[in-house]
């Protein structure tokens, strides 16, 4: 099995400006997808970057999955998952520093990696 590297967030709406803020991250356009539970997905060259408007995923490993409305996967094409890990980390930062977004950084949903919340203001 595939480890992955995903991107919890909320709020999830409005779509468009959080469909905007994960293209600007990522460098590169999201597109709408036909995949049954994937919603928009672009391809970064090395990687691929896909949003859920919604996920099924419950509370696991103390982390609090149920909380945040959507979901972002990084997959890098080779597995190389320092580079998929770097990636998805910048991906991250570029949305916590937006100061729009309650955000978690995991690892194969076994390990929290980062967490970041909206700034008051």
């Given at each position: 099995?595939?480890?992955?590297?995903?991107?919890?967030m909320?709020p999830?709406?409005?779509?468009?400006?959080?469909?905007?803020d994960?293209?600007?991250a990522c460098?590169i356009?999201?597109?709408?997808?036909?995949?049954e539970?994937?919603?928009?997905?672009?391809n970064?060259?090395?990687a691929?970057v896909e949003?859920e408007?919604?996920?099924?995923y419950?509370d696991?490993?103390g982390?609090?999955f149920?909380?945040?409305?959507?979901l972002?996967?990084?997959?890098?094409?080779d597995?190389?998952l320092g580079?998929q890990?770097?990636?998805a980390r910048?991906i991250?930062e570029?949305?916590?520093?937006?100061?729009r977004y309650?955000?978690i950084?995991?690892?194969?949903l076994q390990?929290?990696?980062?967490?970041?919340?909206?700034?008051?203001?």
């Open positions: 099995m595939s480890e992955y590297h995903y991107i919890f909320r999830g709406l409005p779509r468009e400006q959080l469909i905007h994960v293209s600007t460098g356009e999201l597109k709408p997808t036909q995949a539970f994937v919603d928009r997905a672009g970064m060259g090395y691929a949003v408007f919604s996920h099924e419950e696991d490993h982390m609090p149920e909380r945040y409305d959507s972002l996967t990084v997959r890098d094409f597995m190389n580079r890990e770097a990636a910048r991250f570029s949305l916590s520093a937006l100061g309650d955000l950084l995991v690892r194969d390990e929290l990696l980062a967490s970041s919340g909206p700034q008051p203001g």
